[in-house]
Structure formats: structure tokens, C-alpha cells
């Protein structure tokens, strides 16, 4: 039997108490023993968790994970002690430099400073909380346990120093940013690995796999943001279709995608596999400076026969670049009333993300907006 990677990477993990919690639960529930093997026994773990926290049964998923997440914001989220003064007294340099002199933040700012971080922390792990658990991160359960016990240790993305801030119990500052690229990218090594051992001794994967997640993390990401656009201004192109269950097709998208920091995660081989077997991919490519169309630049993924799954762009967050914006509505004329509806339900979004912030702020909805959120 092959050696699991979360047992190469973590011996100890087979003899957690959390995993023996789960080997004897799952003995008593079928009543067989789980064999004395460490891939066996974090697999049972493996198993309770997927259960729990990626059960098929959606309502069950979402009941389980509001259940949890209050257990997880306290074990994760800063504590209002904990807050070190030397937070407050950069907030207090950062108002000096705007011009805006700061002597002592009173008490009461304080808290509500402490408020506005504990929120930022909040939003950050729902962030991937609701990434890993939702259908669009398409890796094994052990996998995304893998990412979430490594994230849950980090702070933000120094850019300039090209390495993730280690966290602490006085960190302030939010969970890192998801960056969908370097993790299908980590999960592609990870998955040869158990698929077999002996991808090991390929030099480049036991390269990869021997550094420590949040070093491999921080530099794929480094050379995803450094991946540069050419001819970024060049909107000309073309799109490809990459068809759903068509053999090599998943390859290709994969390939095409490589190295060209669009920050998706179909960069990686086996995520591009399983979203093609979910549904069509089509790729808008711009012509490179010798008139190839090579530059991703536009996504489209499909969710089944004829429903829009989702529309992505190469800005932060795969935002759609103004420029391109047309090349995309052309396109989305071709699906008729499924545009229509994805356009409404984009639409739709954008209003209900205003209307939240305004109900952040206590500000009164207009006659429009009670209209809107009737109709809706």
C-alpha cells in the first residue's frame, strides 16, 4: 500500500487523538476493526470529516458548518486581550502620516478597532471556510484538511519579501488571501504522490514535496503574480472550447493555463480534469506578440449541459478586465436566455453586496432598494 502524504509529511498524525477518536467511532459503526496501518487509520479521519464538513446532503453540510463555526472562531479568531499595544500605536503613526495627530485612542475606539479586526478575521476564514466545502475547489477531503491546517497557521502575503507572516496568538491581521492557482498547483504533486510513492523520486516533485507548505505556497504564488500578460492592451484572439468527457481536452486546457498567472485554479491538471468532467470550458486567449492567441485572459465554465457555472477574468478576485468586456458579452450571446439569467443573477449579487454594506453602516434603504429585496 502506498504511503499517504499526510503520513509522510506528519508521522505523528496517525496517532493524534483526533484520529483515534475517529478510528474507534468507526469501528463501533460497523463494528470491524480499522487495520493497525497509518494510511488506514487517517483515512477513517479523513472519512469523519468529509462527513461532517462535506456531506453530500447540502443541508446537512450547512447545518454542520454553523454548528462548528462558532468553535472555530474561537479556537482561530484573536482574543480582545490579546490585542498588543504596538497595533494601536501604528494606527496611531498611520494617522499622523495622513495628518491627523492622534495623541490617545480612547477606550471605546479601541473597541470598536478590536471590533473591526475580529470582523476582518472573521471574513477571512469564512473566506476558506466556504472555498474548501464548496463545489469549486475540487480536491479530496484529506487534501483540503492538508490546506486548511497550513493556512490556519499563517498570516497575510508579504508581496515584497515573497513569504507568507507567521501567525500568533496577538496577530491582527486577517487569514492570507486564496490564491486557487499555487494550491491546484501543490494539489497536482500531492495527488501523484499518493497515487504513487515512487513519483518521489522524480526530482522535481520531491523537490516541491519536501518544502513545507507555506514555503512551496509563497512561491508559486510569487510566480503567479510575477507571470506577466504580454501585449496586455491586445484584445484580439479567439475562444476555445474544451468539451466536457472529450479525452485529452482537460490536458490541453491544463497545459494552455500553465505558467500564466491567471490565478485560476483549472492551473492545475487534475482540477482542470474534474471541472471538465462537470461541464464545457471555454478559454478566451489573446494573441501573444507573434499574433498567437496563447494569453488566457477570459473563462467560462459550464455547470452541466447549458447552465453558466461561472465567468472568470484574470484581476484580483477573477474579476473581468474592463477592456475585455465586450469580447465576453459577444460571447455570452450565443447562450441566450442562460446569459440573461447569469447577467441577472450577477446583477442581482452586486445590489445585494450594496445593500449589505448599507445595512452595515445603519444607513435607511431607499423605496428601490425594499422593492428590489421584495422582488427578489
Known amino acids: 500500500m502506498e504511503k499517504f502524504p499526510l503520513h509522510i509529511k506528519n508521522p505523528e498524525l496517525q496517532t493524534s487523538p483526533e484520529v483515534n477518536r475517529a478510528v474507534e467511532r468507526q469501528e463501533q459503526r ?6 493497525n496501518d497509518p ?46 499595544e504596538s497595533y494601536f500605536e501604528l494606527q496611531q503613526r498611520i494617522a499622523r502620516e495622513r495628518g491627523q495627530p492622534v495623541e490617545v485612542i480612547p477606550e471605546n475606539v479601541r473597541e470598536q478597532m478590536k471590533d473591526v479586526a475580529i470582523e476582518d478575521q472573521k471574513h ?11 463545489e469549486d475547489a475540487v480536491y479530496p477531503a484529506w487534501f483540503k484538511y492538508f490546506v486548511w491546517k497550513n493556512v490556519t497557521k499563517l498570516s497575510q502575503f508579504d508581496k515584497e519579501r515573497g513569504e507568507f507572516k ?4 496577538t496577530t491582527v491581521a486577517p487569514y492570507p488571501d486564496i490564491y486557487r492557482e499555487p494550491l491546484a498547483q501543490i494539489a497536482d504533486v500531492y495527488l501523484k504522490i499518493k497515487e504513487d510513492n515512487k513519483q518521489l523520486q522524480e526530482p522535481e516533485i520531491k523537490e516541491m514535496f519536501s518544502k513545507k507548505f507555506p514555503v512551496l505556497y509563497a512561491e508559486l504564488i510569487q510566480k503567479s503574480l510575477a507571470a506577466s500578460i504580454e501585449n496586455r492592451e491586445e484584445i484580439q484572439g479567439q475562444w476555445v472550447k474544451y468539451e466536457q468527457g472529450r479525452d485529452g481536452d482537460a490536458l490541453k486546457l491544463f497545459q494552455s493555463l500553465e505558467g500564466k498567472g491567471t490565478g485560476w485554479c483549472t ?11 462537470s461541464g464545457d ?62 447577467h441577472k443573477k450577477s446583477e442581482d449579487m452586486k445590489k445585494l453586496t450594496a445593500l449589505d454594506q448599507k445595512r452595515e453602516k445603519n444607513e435607511s434603504f431607499t423605496k428601490d432598494d ?3 429585496l421584495y422582488e427578489i
Open 267 to 277: 492551473a492545475g491538471s487534475s482540477t482542470a480534469e474534474a471541472q471538465i468532467e
Open 124 to 134: 477571512s476564514l469564512d473566506a476558506w471556510i466556504d472555498y474548501l466545502t464548496s
Open 166 to 169: 507567521k501567525r500568533t496568538d
Open 370 to 372: 425594499l422593492v428590489f
Open 281 to 342: 470550458f471555454y478559454v478566451y486567449y489573446t494573441n501573444d506578440s507573434s499574433g498567437e492567441p496563447t494569453q488566457p485572459r477570459l473563462a467560462i465554465r459550464m455547470d452541466g449541459d447549458n447552465r453558466i457555472g461561472e465567468v472568470r477574468g484574470i484581476l484580483p478576485h477573477q474579476n473581468i478586465e474592463p477592456v475585455m468586456q465586450e469580447v465576453l458579452d459577444d460571447k455570452l450571446k450565443e447562450f441566450g436566455t442562460e446569459a440573461e439569467a447569469y
Open 30 to 35: 460497523k463494528g470491524e476493526n480499522v487495520p
Open 39 to 84: 494510511t488506514a487509520r487517517i483515512e477513517a479521519y479523513m472519512d469523519r470529516l468529509e462527513n461532517v464538513f462535506l456531506n453530500k446532503d447540502l443541508e446537512k453540510r450547512e447545518r454542520n458548518l454553523e454548528m462548528f463555526r462558532d468553535k472555530i472562531y474561537d479556537a482561530l479568531i484573536i482574543k480582545r486581550d490579546n490585542f498588543p
